[in-house]
């Protein structure tokens, strides 16, 4: 798309305002161009990122709450958007994007920041985002605000199969088990990982209908839990993978007794993997799914703001995923 200098001369984009769920459509449209703008830049001609299932986009954009905002332009198009979400100290940024005919203009760093003083206002005490590592100039461009690079985040993938157990699932459970559950997955978060707190993600992917939560016990004890997406990410393509968004455990060995229930799960879902985004600093957790089977299939850099980054849990193992 070529540039309006002269148009851009005499006016600015306004904003941030909420996204609304009747931004979908459009925000939908912008977000597949400009990603595949961004492959193309990379080198990667034959890529088309396709549009995401709309009811991802209400899942995005009801966790990110107050942070999910978007600029105008003077036409009342949407020119630019981030979202950014918090799980009470664990906060980061994702999808974000600058329509191609509003960049160069330092509207890339406006969005950015927003999103930074939103994070920071709701206590945020990790902020971060994840971009592809090969894209020199994305590093780059968040490095300038401030972001460090750290850890790869690995996308790996087990094949679907049946357990020898069936996974305890969160639906399954009556309206006061259910609030229970919910209570101790909390309580374990912020146990294995103070401050953090995924109820809201929890109680969403329910009342969507986007998945389901795991439970692993060991006697009347909640030891672990795992929050999964099966609906397709892909507006209009079969079910194909499992996403695994959320893992906590309070003893990391228990990852073994966890991987089978994910595989179980994904095969009664309809999804022929299950998909499990590991951090390239939990080295035993790296080796327990290679050693089950689990292939890497993707890897993204995790970036974080100075002085907000990320601690390795005490105890137990927390893995968390930054994209939607």
């Known amino acids: 798309m070529a540039m309006q200098p002269d148009t851009h001369a005499r006016s600015r984009l306004s904003g941030p305002f909420p996204i609304t769920e009747q931004d979908i459509g459009p925000l939908n449209v912008m977000f597949s161009e400009a990603f595949t703008d961004r492959y193309r830049r990379d080198g990667l001609v034959g890529v088309r990122v396709?549009?995401?299932n709309p009811v991802?986009?209400?899942?995005?954009?009801?966790?990110?709450?107050?942070?999910?905002?978007?600029w105008r332009d003077e036409r009342g198009g949407i020119a630019a958007f981030n979202l950014a979400h918090h799980s009470g100290h664990e906060g980061w940024m994702g999808p974000l994007a600058v329509r191609e005919d509003w960049q160069g203009l330092g509207y890339g760093k406006v969005i950015v920041r927003a999103a930074i003083d939103h994070l920071k206002t709701v206590g945020c005490r990790v902020i971060g985002?994840?971009?592809?590592?090969?894209?020199?100039d994305n590093i780059g461009f968040y490095a300038s605000i401030g972001f460090v690079p750290g850890r790869l985040t690995l996308t790996m993938t087990l094949e679907a199969s049946p357990s020898l157990r069936a996974p305890t699932l969160l639906s399954a459970l009556g309206a006061a088990e259910h609030e229970r559950a919910i209570a101790d997955c909390a309580a374990l978060a912020d146990?294995?990982?103070?401050?953090?707190?995924?109820?809201?993600?929890?109680?969403?992917?329910?009342?969507?209908?986007?998945?389901?939560t795991i439970l692993l016990h060991e006697g009347d004890r909640l030891a672990g839990f795992a929050l999964c997406h099966s609906t397709s990410l892909v507006e209009g393509r079969a079910r194909e993978e499992l996403r695994v968004l959320k893992v906590v455990l309070d003893d990391e060995s228990l990852l073994m007794d966890m991987l089978p229930l994910l595989a179980d799960y994904a095969r009664r879902s309809g999804a022929i993997r299950a998909a499990i985004r590991v951090q390239s600093e939990h080295t035993r957790t790296f080796r327990m799914l290679v050693e089950v089977g689990a292939r890497v299939r993707w890897t993204d850099l995790r970036m974080s703001l100075s002085d907000y980054e990320e601690r390795t849990p005490p105890a137990g193992l927390l893995v968390s995923n930054w994209e939607i």
């Open 50 to 52: 396709p549009p995401l």
């Open 56 to 70: 991802i986009w209400r899942y995005a954009i009801q966790n990110a709450a107050e942070g999910a905002m978007l």
């Open 129 to 136: 985002l994840e971009t592809m590592p090969r894209t020199m």
């Open 191 to 212: 146990r294995v990982q103070p401050g953090y707190d995924y109820t809201r993600e929890l109680r969403l992917t329910a009342a969507l209908g986007l998945g389901d």
